[in-house]
């Protein structure tokens, strides 16, 4: 299938198709005058580096395991394809420690907003001072 023909069935841009080739993603076969032909499989290819994306994984460590995406229609952890595993795994752990700064941030931002006149002020009026915003109490450390 040419690639105007890949990028109607998955809904992605002949332009994004190119980028994933350029980025080793997908491997075409390139036919004498120049054409690009993908397989069907391509097809599932290109939804499961989609779904890779939209989970927060770069073009980059989809390229190390584009090797162990399959034609299946369902995303899944292959056998004998620890490279995935270990990625996903490196993957799920930094989103959770961003999850957690991001936490940390909001904390941050409600104590100022504690502190701001109107609704969620103290109403005495007495502000935490700002050298205390985004302390954690020692007890809530552990």
């Given at each position: 299938?040419?690639?105007?023909?890949?990028?109607?069935?998955?809904?992605?841009?002949?332009?994004?198709?190119?980028?994933?080739?350029?980025?080793?993603?997908?491997?075409?076969?390139?036919?004498?005058?120049?054409?690009?032909?993908?397989?069907?499989?391509?097809?599932?290819?290109?939804?499961?580096?989609?779904?890779?994306?939209?989970?927060?994984?770069?073009?980059?460590?989809?390229?190390?395991?584009?090797?162990?995406?399959?034609?299946?229609?369902e995303l899944r952890v292959p056998s004998g394809c620890?490279?995935?595993?270990?990625?996903?795994?490196?993957?799920?752990?930094?989103?959770?420690?961003?999850?957690?700064?991001?936490?940390?941030?909001?904390?941050?931002?409600?104590?100022?907003?504690?502190?701001?006149?109107?609704e969620g002020a103290d109403p005495s009026g007495e502000?935490?001072?700002?050298?205390?915003?985004?302390?954690?109490?020692?007890?809530?450390?552990?």
């Amino acid at each position: 299938m040419r690639i105007g023909d890949l990028a109607h069935e998955t809904g992605v841009s002949r332009r994004l198709l190119r980028y994933y080739e350029e980025q080793g993603l997908l491997r075409p076969i390139r036919l004498d005058n120049g054409y690009r032909e993908y397989a069907e499989a391509d097809v599932a290819t290109v939804n499961h580096i989609r779904a890779l994306l939209a989970a927060g994984l770069s073009t980059a460590v989809i390229a190390k395991v584009v090797h162990c995406l399959h034609d299946r229609n369902e995303l899944r952890v292959p056998s004998g394809c620890p490279t995935f595993i270990g990625e996903l795994r490196r993957e799920r752990t930094r989103i959770t420690e961003a999850i957690a700064q991001l936490e940390r941030s909001r904390g941050i931002l409600d104590a100022v907003l504690d502190t701001a006149p109107g609704e969620g002020a103290d109403p005495s009026g007495e502000t935490a001072p700002m050298s205390q915003v985004g302390r954690v109490p020692r007890q809530a450390r552990a």
